[in-house]
């Protein structure tokens, strides 16, 4: 369920993009580390050349760990965060999209998501571990996008790739 605070801050324009291709070897592989992962929530990011808002494209996973050690919410280890952070700017790369699970709800964003959405031009990728919450057509587990920009909570579309 979506929180009362989520259902308030949807409220506005879409700050783009509107939808987003996430390669299958990406959604396979966040897949696998959320699941192994469980029960504590999965994180990572994915990395882009450019942020998707600015029509960039998704070219790697990056799973990290954990920090909270947490089934209910996830903080990217600080020495992981540092690490990657120097490499995409090495790289002239940006975190394209911040990545974490929630083992038994819903792929939307949390309350704390929200309040902890510290990169505007990232998208936020939620994946649920909760069978209920599975693709009815392929039975995997649920994966959706968003944009979280000044606390407004905007769904971004996955496209195939």
Same mark, same amino acid.
């Given at each position: 369920?979506?929180?009362?605070?989520?259902?308030?801050?949807?409220?506005?324009?879409?700050?783009?993009?509107?939808?987003?291709?996430?390669?299958?070897?990406?959604?396979?592989?966040?897949v696998a580390h959320a699941r192994?992962?469980?029960?504590?929530?999965?994180?990572?990011?994915?990395?882009?050349?450019?942020?998707?808002?600015?029509?960039?494209?998704?070219?790697?996973?990056?799973?990290?760990?954990?920090?909270?050690?947490s089934p209910f919410r996830y903080?990217?280890? *600080?020495? @992981?965060?540092?690490?990657?952070?120097? +490499? &995409?700017?090495?790289?002239?790369?940006?975190? %394209?999209? #911040? !990545?974490?699970?929630?083992?038994?709800?819903?792929?939307?964003?949390?309350?704390?998501?929200?309040?902890?959405?510290?990169?505007?031009?990232?998208?936020?990728?939620?994946? *649920?571990? @909760?069978?209920?919450?599975?693709?009815? +057509? &392929?039975?995997?587990?649920?994966?959706?996008? %968003?944009? #979280? !920009?000044?606390?407004?909570?905007?769904?971004?579309?996955?496209?195939?790739?």
């Amino acid at each position: 369920m979506v929180s009362q605070a989520a259902s308030a801050a949807t409220a506005g324009a879409h700050p783009g993009p509107v939808a987003v291709a996430i390669p299958a070897a990406i959604r396979a592989a966040i897949v696998a580390h959320a699941r192994a992962e469980a029960p504590n929530e999965a994180c990572g990011l994915i990395v882009g050349d450019r942020p998707a808002a600015a029509g960039g494209r998704a070219l790697r996973w990056e799973p990290t760990r954990n920090r909270a050690a947490s089934p209910f919410r996830y903080e990217i280890d *600080s020495d @992981d965060l540092l690490r990657l952070t120097i +490499a &995409t700017d090495d790289a002239d790369e940006v975190f %394209w999209a #911040i !990545v974490h699970s929630h083992v038994a709800s819903p792929a939307r964003p949390s309350a704390t998501d929200i309040g902890l959405a510290f990169y505007p031009d990232a998208l936020y990728v939620l994946i *649920s571990l @909760d069978p209920g919450e599975a693709d009815s +057509a &392929t039975g995997e587990s649920g994966l959706r996008a %968003w944009r #979280i !920009v000044d606390g407004a909570v905007h769904e971004v579309r996955l496209v195939p790739d």
